[in-house]
C-alpha cells in the first residue's frame, strides 16, 4: 500500500515536472494561503500537496469524453481562479488538472490564480474577470469567452468542458 502510494506520488511529480509551466509568481500569504499565479508544481508541495495529490488520484475521468474533447482544444485558452483555503478549490482543482492533461491541453495555454479569502491577488489579477465564487474556469476561444464553469460542474469536468468548447448552450451553478 505504501509502495503504491509513493510510487503514485512520484509519477504525479514526474509528469507536473515535465508537463507545467514553471514561471510561477504565487507566494504564501500571512494566511498560509497561496497567492498570484500558480503551477501545478506549486500544489506538490506541502501543505497543498495533501489534498492535491489525495484528490487527483481518487478522480478516475470519463475516457469517451475525454477522447471526444481532445481535437477541441487546441484554440482554447483557460484562465483559471482558485484559493487553496476553499475546499471547492481543493476538490476540483485537481480535478481540472487530470482531466486537462488526459486530454493533452496544452498547459502553456493555462493561467491559474490562486485568490485569497477576498478573492484577490497582490497585482489585481482577479480585476475584470467577475470572480465571485472558486473554483472558477473561464474558456476563451480567439481570445473571447465562450463559457465557465464556476464553484463545481454541472455534470462532470470534463463534460462541462466538452459543452463549452463544442459551443453547445452552458450555464454554470450561478447563471441564470
Same mark, same amino acid.
Given at each position: 500500500? /505504501?509502495?503504491?502510494?509513493?510510487?503514485?506520488?512520484?509519477?504525479?511529480?514526474? =509528469? #507536473?515536472?515535465?508537463?507545467?509551466?514553471?514561471?510561477?509568481?504565487?507566494?504564501?500569504?500571512?494566511? #498560509?494561503?497561496? /497567492? #498570484?499565479?500558480?503551477?501545478?508544481?506549486?500544489?506538490?508541495?506541502?501543505?497543498?500537496?495533501?489534498?492535491?495529490?489525495?484528490?487527483?488520484?481518487?478522480? +478516475?475521468? !470519463?475516457?469517451?469524453?475525454?477522447?471526444?474533447?481532445?481535437?477541441?482544444?487546441?484554440?482554447?485558452?483557460?484562465?483559471?481562479?482558485?484559493?487553496?483555503?476553499?475546499? !471547492?478549490?481543493?476538490?476540483?482543482?485537481? /480535478?481540472?488538472? *487530470?482531466?486537462? +492533461?488526459?486530454?493533452?491541453?496544452?498547459?502553456q495555454n493555462l493561467t491559474l490564480v490562486a485568490v485569497d479569502t477576498?478573492?484577490?491577488?497582490?497585482?489585481?489579477?482577479? *480585476? #475584470?474577470?467577475?470572480?465571485?465564487?472558486?473554483?472558477?474556469? =473561464?474558456f476563451f476561444k480567439n481570445g473571447e469567452e465562450i463559457g465557465r464553469?464556476? +464553484?463545481?460542474?454541472?455534470?462532470?469536468?470534463?463534460? !462541462?468542458?466538452?459543452?463549452?468548447?463544442?459551443?453547445?448552450?452552458?450555464?454554470?451553478?450561478?447563471?441564470?
Amino acid at each position: 500500500m /505504501v509502495k503504491n502510494t509513493i510510487l503514485s506520488l512520484l509519477i504525479i511529480l514526474t =509528469i #507536473g515536472c515535465k508537463a507545467q509551466k514553471t514561471d510561477s509568481s504565487a507566494i504564501v500569504d500571512k494566511d #498560509g494561503s497561496l /497567492v #498570484g499565479i500558480a503551477t501545478k508544481d506549486a500544489f506538490l508541495t506541502e501543505p497543498f500537496s495533501e489534498w492535491f495529490v489525495f484528490n487527483y488520484n481518487a478522480y +478516475e475521468v !470519463d475516457q469517451a469524453t475525454i477522447d471526444s474533447l481532445k481535437p477541441l482544444l487546441n484554440n482554447i485558452t483557460i484562465k483559471a481562479f482558485m484559493g487553496t483555503w476553499c475546499g !471547492d478549490s481543493q476538490s476540483q482543482t485537481p /480535478v481540472f488538472y *487530470k482531466v486537462i +492533461e488526459s486530454a493533452n491541453f496544452n498547459i502553456q495555454n493555462l493561467t491559474l490564480v490562486a485568490v485569497d479569502t477576498n478573492k484577490k491577488t497582490p497585482k489585481n489579477l482577479q *480585476k #475584470g474577470y467577475d470572480i465571485k465564487y472558486v473554483p472558477t474556469f =473561464i474558456f476563451f476561444k480567439n481570445g473571447e469567452e465562450i463559457g465557465r464553469i464556476v +464553484e463545481y460542474p454541472i455534470t462532470s469536468i470534463e463534460a !462541462d468542458i466538452l459543452t463549452i468548447v463544442s459551443g453547445k448552450p452552458y450555464k454554470h451553478a450561478y447563471q441564470d
